[in-house]
């Protein structure tokens, strides 16, 4: 095992590391930061996407078996503004769309349409 301060530590030198370079390694391997996706539209509000790269957005089932939810995750910003545009596109009550921090959730099951969606939006 290597001491944390040795020579040989690996350095991050244009996409490889010093250890991959000296077994000659030539692919990159690139991974994501994590950052948030920005659409090309202007929206106040954004879904950052999952380590595995997918829109966050999950169902949930509540209340053994009687409440069903879609859940949006990872969303930033104007969260209100995302809540309106929820409501106007997807023909959902006012009541029915709730913002939490961090997350939208709403009432039904919505998955696959709101995943459609926010890849209209370009997230």
């Known amino acids: 095992?290597?001491?944390?301060?040795s020579m040989l530590a690996p350095l991050r030198l244009a996409g490889l590391s010093v250890a991959a370079?000296?077994?000659g390694a030539s692919t990159v391997r690139m991974q994501s930061t994590g950052a948030a996706h920005q659409p090309a539209s202007e929206t106040k509000w954004g879904v950052e996407r999952t380590a595995n790269n997918r829109i966050p957005?999950?169902?949930?089932?509540?209340?053994?078996?009687?409440?069903?939810?879609?859940?949006?995750?990872?969303?930033?910003?104007?969260?209100?503004?995302?809540?309106?545009?929820?409501?106007?596109?997807?023909?959902v009550l006012p009541k029915d769309v709730w913002v939490k921090q961090g997350r939208v959730e709403i009432r039904g099951m919505h998955t696959?349409?709101?995943?459609a969606w926010l890849r209209g939006k370009g997230f």
């Open 1 to 5: 095992m290597r001491a944390a301060g």
């Open 21 to 23: 370079r000296a077994a």
């Open 57 to 91: 957005v999950y169902r949930d089932i509540r209340n053994h078996n009687t409440r069903e939810l879609t859940i949006i995750r990872k969303v930033h910003g104007d969260l209100e503004s995302l809540r309106l545009q929820i409501i106007r596109e997807f023909d």
């Open 112 to 115: 696959h349409e709101m995943i």
